[in-house]
């Protein structure tokens, strides 16, 4: 445990210029999402961090990914060293989660010291982490494999996908796009443990695909 904890140490170290801006960045968007529709007495600020808490999530992880292959031989020489490879992959996942936890933590704080955000639920908070093991869980068996210039495409169409694919399958199916978002606003409390469970398993099922690419691969 204590060697996964020091490769979890090395992500957040190769991140360190970049950790404080990600969170930042979490509670920028939902704070202008809010003072821009301030006027019509809705708050919007915790839809719009589930959107930036995930997707923050997983450019940390990428851009972690990136500097590590900066020195093409350092997942060789970490797992030369008396690190194992699951070892290896199971830190991405410990990585990841934490980032995911600390942004989740840094925007409940805003909250409480601006009134203006509003407060997580444990159903937001249960959705931050279903949508972020489903991008993450996606991502990391990408960057073992292909490495990280080509999950990064796969992260850029994410967005794209994020960004106007929910307009866009509203107007094909005529969806009242504000009236669906107001019933995501409220969603049952039932669903914070499915997500839960869900989001566990997505990370469960890519952890394990993860040590299986990476087993087999030649460093």
């Not at 020091?6 to 950790?19: H, I, N, R, T």
């Not at 939902?30 to 999530?57: D, H, N, V, W």
């Not at 960057?143 to 307009?167: D, E, H, Q, T």
Request: hydrophobic share 60%.
């Amino acid at each position: 445990m204590m060697k996964i904890a020091e490769l979890v140490k090395k992500d957040f170290l190769l991140m360190k210029k970049s950790v404080l801006a990600l969170w930042g960045i979490c509670v920028a968007c939902p704070l202008l999402m809010t003072l821009m529709i301030e006027a019509q007495g809705k708050s919007m600020s915790a839809f719009a961090f589930i959107y930036m808490g995930a997707l923050s999530g997983i450019s940390f992880m990428q851009n972690a990914a990136a500097a590590e292959e900066k020195s093409p031989k350092a997942a060789a020489l970490i797992c030369a060293a008396p690190y194992a490879r699951g070892s290896f992959v199971a830190a991405k996942y410990i990585s990841y989660l934490l980032f995911c936890l600390s942004s989740i933590a840094v925007y409940s704080l805003a909250a409480l010291l601006y009134s203006g955000l509003e407060p997580l639920s444990l159903v937001e908070v249960a959705l931050v982490l279903f949508i972020g093991a489903l991008l993450h869980g996606i991502n990391t068996p990408i960057v073992l494999k292909y490495g990280a210039a080509k999950a990064r495409i796969m992260f850029v169409c994410v967005i794209l996908l994020c960004s106007f694919g929910p307009l866009a399958a509203g107007r094909l199916l005529r969806i009242d796009i504000e009236r669906a978002l107001t019933l995501a606003q409220e969603p049952p409390a039932a669903l914070a443990p499915i997500l839960l469970g869900a989001a566990g398993a997505v990370m469960l099922l890519s952890l394990a695909v993860s040590g299986r690419i990476f087993a087999k691969k030649d460093l």
